[in-house]
């Protein structure tokens, strides 16, 4: 099979884990150690997160320079994907001396009207206390959530339309390269009719760009590893319950935190509907069992009897 393998942002670097190089590493080994045996079965492609990468990059830059605009998030989300593909692959080679491994950073162009820009929404960098978030939204501009773990910095997060460097990915899968791609969601780019390219500021969601690379490229499977083990019905309440599987008719959207797994039911239906054989969403250290349909949740576009 084809598989696309969506490395969630905190199954990379967990909650209660320090922003350091040490901690991402340590992380990716783990993430290696699950994916090194599928790949001598399938063809596997790997995409990652960078929420916490991307606000601490922001962070820096800001420390070091007080303008906002100096260091754009297209600039920082390349920067991101960068070193976190280069942590991902020197870890897939430990593992796979015989395996040829290629990272490549992977500009998507966005709708520049799509609505997002005018309404962020995705949750990037560290949480703050509330005096600091109204602080920073003062004298930076910036727009913040309240979550239970705190105030977080949110920015545009518009539809990922088109890959730019598919051929060059294509090319790479069908060579029989294990190829690390489209880090962060991608490169958030405007691309304008006569062909010049323009970065924005923005992040893209990394699991849609999971999504239309898993469609563009006809692979089988799409599987989005974070650090919840499932999909759950009633979630955060009592009566939580992982779901095995489900289907398009089986989900409300609206019913899904918004900032966490809603946007991986909404990538999952897409993909499943657009000829996708499954998708499933559980935790990297489960990553067999959920391709065997084991654990996690598996979605589908009919249901399987």
């Known amino acids: 099979m084809r598989i696309v393998i969506a490395l969630g942002g905190n199954a990379l670097l967990r909650k209660e884990q320090p922003l350091t190089a040490a901690s991402q590493r340590h992380n990716a080994q783990q993430a290696a150690q699950q994916i090194a045996p599928l790949t001598t079965q399938h063809q596997v492609l790997l995409s990652h997160g960078n929420g916490p990468q991307v606000g601490l990059l922001a ?18 989300g390349s920067e991101s994907a960068g070193m976190i593909g280069y942590i991902l692959e020197q870890e897939l080679r430990s593992a796979l001396p015989q395996q040829e491994i290629a990272t490549l950073l992977s500009p998507i162009a966005v709708d520049a009207e799509d609505p997002a820009f005018s309404q962020p929404t995705k949750p990037i960098g560290p949480y703050y206390e509330e005096a600091q978030a109204l602080a920073l939204q003062s004298s930076k501009g910036w727009t913040f959530t309240q979550t239970p773990q705190g105030h977080r910095r ?16 294509k090319t790479l899968v069908d060579a029989g390269i294990t190829v690390i791609c489209t880090g962060g969601g991608g490169i958030p780019v405007i691309q304008h009719p006569d062909g010049r390219i323009e970065g924005v500021e923005a992040v893209i969601d990394k699991d849609l760009a999971s999504a239309l690379l898993a469609q563009q490229l006809h692979a089988d499977a799409l599987i989005m590893l974070t650090d919840i083990d499932a999909v759950y019905a009633d979630w955060n309440t009592p009566q939580a319950r992982a779901l095995q599987s489900i289907t398009p008719e089986d989900i409300d959207l609206s019913k899904l ?28 250290e489960q990553l067999q069992a959920i391709l065997e349909g084991q654990a996690g949740t598996r979605i589908t576009k009919e249901t399987i009897s």
């Open 59 to 76: 962070l820096q830059a800001l420390a070091s320079n007080q303008d906002p605009t100096a260091w754009p998030l297209d600039v920082l």
């Open 154 to 169: 949110t920015v545009p997060s518009p539809i990922p339309q088109k890959i730019l460097g598919l051929h060059a990915i």
């Open 257 to 284: 935190p918004a900032g966490s797994m809603r946007p991986k039911v909404q990538a999952a239906l897409q993909f499943v509907q657009q000829g996708g054989r499954f998708a499933a969403i559980g935790a990297l």
